[in-house]
C-alpha cells in the first residue's frame, strides 16, 4: 500500500487479485457466518499459521481492549498474526455471533468505486468479558473470501457487569445495606458525596463531558469517584463560554451515557442549555462532584500504586485524598496559546485570546469599531460573526487554508444513516462509528468529502471570490483527519460564511504572519498596515499535557506522552488509554467521543483494579 505521509493511504490495494463480488455469490449472511466458524476455530485451536488462509496480507485489525489492554491498529497479516499470537493465551476470544437482524446484519456494502465487501457486526466473548465487533471481508478472483478490516472491542467485564438495565439497582429502603436505620437514600446519598468514611476509587479533574460520562461509567460498573471543578455550577466550562456559542454537532451523535436528550431537543444545543443538561445530568445519575475546588498538590507513590491529592473547596480546609486513579478532563485541548508581537505593549486597544471572549458587547458600544480577528477556525469565525451583530467592522485574518462545512447541509451528510432520526440504536452506531482504522476512515472520507463539496458548492464558491482560503485537508479527506490529528483546522459554519460572501466581514491573507502592533494598528509581515481597536487572538490551544503541568506540576506531566495526534499505528496519543504515567490518564473530545471512549477508558481502569489488567 502506498503511503505519500502518514497515515495517507489509497484503497483499495489488491490490483488483480480482487474481483467485482458476483451477484450470483452466496447469501451474505452464509459467507459471513462461514468466515466467522474458520476465524473462531483458528483462535481457539491457537494456531495463528493458519491466518493466512482467511486474512490478506495486506489486512487491518482494530483491537480496543479485545486482545490486549490498549488501543492498537495492526496492519498487514505478518503484524496480525504475531499481535493475536502475543495475546490468544490470555485474551481467549470465543463464541462469536453474527448480528441477525437490523442495519448491521450481514449484507453487501460498497465503501468506494471499485471495492466491495460484505460486512457484518457480531458479538464474541473473552476469557475476562464481552464484545462486539465488525468483519468487512472481499472476494477474491479466486473465489475465496477473505478479512480485510477487523474490529473488536471489549464491551463488558464478567462478574463486574454495568449496574444497568436488567442488573440496575433496586432503589427501595429494604435493599439498603444495613436496612432504614442507618439512613434512607437521601441521608446516604449526602454522606456519600462528602467523602468522610471512605476514599474515591478515582478522582476526576474537571466536570464537563469528559468528566461526568466517564465517572458515570465508573460508577455504574461499581466504582466510587469524585469530581472536582474550579467553577461555581456544573456547566459553567460551557455557560463561562462566548453568548452565540452552540454545539457543532447535531442533537442525534451527541447523546450522553445512559440518558439521551428527549426527541424534543433542539438539534444544535446553545452553550446555556447544555450547561443546564450537565448540572442535571450529576443530580440524575447520582454523580459526586465539589464544585469550586482546586488541585493544591499531587504526588503519585510507584511503590503503593496511589496518589496523594491535596484539594482546596470554596475556603473549607484543604482536604487530603488517596485515589488510586486520576483523570483529566479538563477538554481535549490544553492551555491557550497566546503569541506575542513587537509593539504589542504600545497598542492603544485591546488585545485577548479567543478563550477570554464572552460576548462583543461587553466591549462596549462596538458600532463602527476595527476588530481584527486572528484565525479562521471555529471560534474566530463565531467571534467574528458576535462582533459583527454588534456592530463592528470585522476583518479576519488568515494565514493557511481552512476547511468549511454548512451545519445545514454538509454536516448531515456525515452522519447519515448512522447518527440521525429513525437510526441504528446509539450503542450500536458507535461500534461501527469506530470499527474502522483511522488511515482507512481518512481514505474513505476523500470520496466523502467531494460529495459534501458538491452539496456546498454554492457556498465554497462564495467564500473562495470573496478571498478565503479554502482548504480540504491532506489528501483532500475533510474535516475528520483535521480534528484528530490538529483539533482545529476547520469551521462548522452556523451563519459566519454568507458574512463573508456578502463582504460583510473581510478575510485578509496573512501567509507570513503578523510582523507587529502600531498604536492604531497591526502590520502584516508583507508590510500591510491594518487599523484596529480590537484584536482577538483565535490562535488555538496547546496540548493537553500543558494544562496537566499547570495543575499538577513538572513530576507528573514529564511523564506523560503527547497528547492527541496519531501514534505510528494510528491510534490518537495517550487518549483514553495508557497516557505514559501509571494510574494517570487524559480523557476528552467531542460529546460523542466522550460518551464512546467514557466505556473504554472505565473498563481499563476497572480491569486494574479486579487484577485483570497488569499495566
Known sequence: MLTERPHTIHLPKFGKAVAPIERSAPNPRTVAQEWISKLESILTSKDVSRLGSIMYDDCWWRDMLGFEWDLRTIHGLDKVKDYIGNNIEAAQLHNFKLCQTGKFAPGFAKPIEGLEWIESMFEFETKTGRGSGMLRIVQGADGIWKGYMIYTVLKELKGFEEQAAYRRPHGGNNSLLGGAIKGNWLD?????????????????????????????????????CLLVDKNTRIGDNWRHRYRTLVTHDPVQYTHMAYLPFPSSWPLFTPKDKIGDWFEAYASL????????????????????GDWLVSVERGGEPTRRLKPRHVIMCTGHSGEPKIPSFPGQASFKGSIYHGSQHQDASLSGDVTSKKVIVVGTGNSGHDIAQNFHENGANVTMLQRGGTYVISAKTGLFMLHEG??????????????????LPIPVQFALNVGGTKRIADADRE????????????????????????????????????????????????????????????????????????????????????????????????????????????????????????????????MGGSLALCRTYSRILALQ??????????L
Not at 446516604?188 to 476509587?201: D, I, K, S, T
Not at 447520582?286 to 499531587?298: F, G, S, Y
Not at 448512522?418 to 470499527?435: H, K, M, N, R
Open 285 to 304: 445519575l447520582e454523580l459526586n462532584v465539589w464544585m469550586n475546588t482546586r488541585v493544591q498538590i499531587a504526588e503519585y507513590n510507584d511503590k503503593t
Open 188 to 224: 446516604r446519598r449526602q454522606r456519600q458525596l462528602e467523602f468522610l468514611h471512605e476514599e474515591p476509587q478515582v478522582l476526576i479533574i474537571g466536570a464537563g463531558q469528559a468528566g461526568l460520562n466517564t465517572a458515570a461509567r465508573l460508577q455504574a460498573l461499581g466504582m466510587s
Open 418 to 435: 448512522l447518527y440521525d432520526e429513525g437510526g441504528p440504536p446509539t450503542e450500536d452506531a458507535d461500534v461501527y462509528g469506530q470499527s
Open 605 to 614: 481502569i476497572k480491569a486494574m483494579e479486579e487484577g485483570l489488567n497488569k
Open 459 to 586: 457556498n465554497i464558491e462564495g467564500l473562495q471570490k470573496a478571498g478565503f482560503k479554502f482548504d480540504f485537508g491532506d489528501d483532500g479527506s475533510g474535516i475528520y483527519r483535521k480534528y484528530v490529528t490538529r483539533g482545529g483546522g476547520y469551521y462548522i459554519d452556523v451563519g459566519c460564511s454568507q458574512l463573508i460572501i456578502d463582504g460583510k466581514i473581510k478575510v485578509q491573507q496573512c501567509p507570513g504572519g503578523i510582523q507587529g502592533f502600531e498604536p492604531d494598528a497591526l502590520v502584516l509581515a508583507d508590510g500591510t498596515r491594518l487599523a484596529a481597536d480590537i484584536v482577538v487572538l483565535a490562535t488555538g490551544y496547546d496540548n493537553m499535557v500543558t494544562s496537566a503541568r499547570k495543575i499538577l506540576g513538572d513530576k507528573v506531566a514529564d511523564r506523560c506522552k503527547d497528547v492527541w495526534d496519531l501514534d505510528e499505528e494510528g491510534e490518537v496519543n495517550a487518549m483514553w488509554r495508557p497516557s505514559g504515567h501509571p494510574h494517570f490518564w487524559f
